[in-house]
């Protein structure tokens, strides 16, 4: 099962900013937090990663609370393209090997 | 950089048939996932290789289904004798090593009919 709760949708206006959070209440030291995206039953997309401090990359920033029991992945600006369902999962670094996918969060960037 | 690559990216079978599913992971990178995901439903680990080797198939059906990923060439999902239930798309990821990023393919369509 996953250990990451996220909502099930949300809307973002195109050019806003979308928050996607996440709950991960029992993340263990040696866990990352894992962000991909699934752009209409295309193969998922990796968006960004992190362990303690925020990431910030080309697609994305990744806010990680101090005591790591949830996060926020921020498009700055979101696009009608960025519309997909996105999955938050911590995965441990020393002895992970897949991913446990969650039904993630449908997000929709409307017009 | 070439990414994960998946042939074919739709296969329609006849009940009974075999599908093979193949996976050219990103070059420089020797672990390989396959994933599946049901209609409406999310993705579901089936099975992790190393080149020549099984690491962990833990999310493989017992029959019918068999993965490798041989010294030379693609890494191989063999369906033996489809059902209607096998239709999914099927994702393939890879990584450099076990601990990194997973890179996924665009998924092969497997319909059965």
């Known amino acids: 099962d996953a250990k990451t709760t996220q909502p099930t949708s949300m809307d973002c206006a195109e050019g806003r900013a979308a928050n996607l959070p996440c709950n991960h209440s029992t993340i263990s030291g040696n866990e990352y937090v894992y962000w991909y995206r699934q752009i209409h039953s295309q193969g998922p997309q990796y968006i960004i990663h992190?362990?303690?401090n925020n990431e910030t990359n080309e697609m994305a920033s990744l806010i990680i609370t101090e005591d790591r029991k949830s996060s926020t992945l921020i498009l700055p600006h979101a696009t009608l393209r960025d519309t997909a369902v996105y999955y938050c999962?911590?995965?441990?670094?020393?002895?992970?090997?897949?991913?446990?996918f969650g039904p993630g969060t449908r997000l929709s960037v409307l017009p | 950089n070439a990414g994960v690559m998946q042939n074919p990216r739709h296969l329609v079978r006849r009940r009974g048939q075999e599908a093979r599913l193949r996976c050219s992971p990103m070059?420089?990178?020797?672990?390989v996932y396959w994933y599946r995901q049901l209609p409406e439903e999310g993705l579901k680990f089936m099975v992790y290789l190393q080149k020549e080797n099984i690491i962990d198939e833990s999310g493989m059906p017992k029959e019918r289904f068999s993965a490798e990923f041989p010294k030379e060439g693609p890494s191989i999902l063999r369906i033996q004798q489809v059902v209607r239930g096998d239709s999914a798309a099927y994702f393939c990821?890879?990584?450099?090593?076990?601990?990194?990023?997973?890179?996924f393919g665009p998924g092969t369509r497997l319909l059965v009919l």
């Open positions: 070059k420089g990178h020797s672990h």
């Open positions: 992190g362990l303690k």
């Open positions: 999962i911590v995965r441990d670094y020393n002895y992970g090997q897949n991913f446990v």
């Open positions: 990821a890879s990584s450099r090593q076990v601990q990194e990023t997973q890179y």
